[in-house]
């Protein structure tokens, strides 16, 4: 298996950077949270998330969801944590509800949440392979929110009638978001990889501009590609402590 080449650059500074896609370190899991309980109903997966990212201490964390929608309603969760829990701890109990998903760590910060078998479904966006992919100077919420228009190989699979009017890599219409900016140069990669590699460079920013996860969330219809449903969004999930941990670490 060709393992995807991953290279990054902040353009707030001078940086040339090199991400790796996975890791088999186990720390953001024994992050500890706040000492003091959390205790939540019915709340929706990804408000969930966001609630033990920002508890966490001396640390943080990023989610890259994949959510299959029921009538556009996310899986919802109770959070029941006890003061002195881990952040593993707090995902094992969301889990724990949700048997038909898993989540796994992909770096020192990031963390993937999709339903079963997704990763090696074919017909799953996120699996659409892509060669290269280049975009420069990019606010990093706007490839977040609207994929599509950054990557030609996803805009070609979820409109498979038009695959000729994809745009080049990191050309967007519209309003951007201000702030820090990333530059991205990925070959031989998936779009969950490329969404990944996002929120990771975003380390690199100020303080007072925390990183963000990643959502894609569908609704299935059986009969064809074209009656589904496909919504994108970023998620925070970081304390407001999250550069000091950043810094320390480096």
Not at 15 to 26: D, E, G, H, I, Y
Not at 52 to 71: A, C, H, I, P, Q
Not at 237 to 245: D, E, I, L, N, R
Request: aromatic share 8%; proline share 10%.
């Amino acid at each position: 298996m060709r393992l995807p080449i991953i290279f990054l650059a902040w353009s707030v500074g001078i940086a040339t950077l090199a991400f790796p896609q996975t890791s088999t370190k186990p720390g953001v899991l024994n992050l500890p949270m706040l000492p003091v309980p959390i205790v939540r109903t019915a709340l929706p997966l990804t408000k969930a998330l966001g609630e033990v990212g920002v508890n966490v201490r001396g640390g943080y964390t990023l989610f890259g969801v994949e959510m299959r929608l029921d009538k556009d309603n996310e899986p919802t969760v109770n959070l029941n944590v006890p003061a002195q829990s881990t952040l593993g701890d707090a995902l094992k109990q969301i889990f724990e509800q949700l048997p038909d998903y898993k989540f796994e760590t992909v770096s020192e910060h990031m963390i993937i949440v999709y339903p079963k078998g997704a990763l090696t479904d074919p017909n799953d966006v996120l699996n659409v392979r892509v060669a290269q992919f280049d975009a420069v100077n990019i606010h990093p919420s706007d490839l977040l929110f609207r994929p599509q228009e950054f990557i030609p190989e996803l805009k070609a699979r979820l409109n498979p009638q038009n695959p000729k009017n994809a745009r080049p890599s990191g050309y967007v219409d519209g309003i951007h978001a201000a702030g820090a900016t990333t530059t991205v140069h990925l070959k031989n990669v998936t779009v969950r990889d490329i969404l990944n590699a996002i929120s990771q460079a975003m380390d690199q920013f100020p303080a007072d501009e925390p990183p963000l996860g990643w959502v894609y969330s569908f609704s299935p219809k059986p009969s064809s590609l074209q009656g589904e449903t496909h919504a994108w969004m970023f998620l925070w999930s970081t304390p407001a402590t999250w550069k000091q941990a950043v810094s320390k670490h480096n």
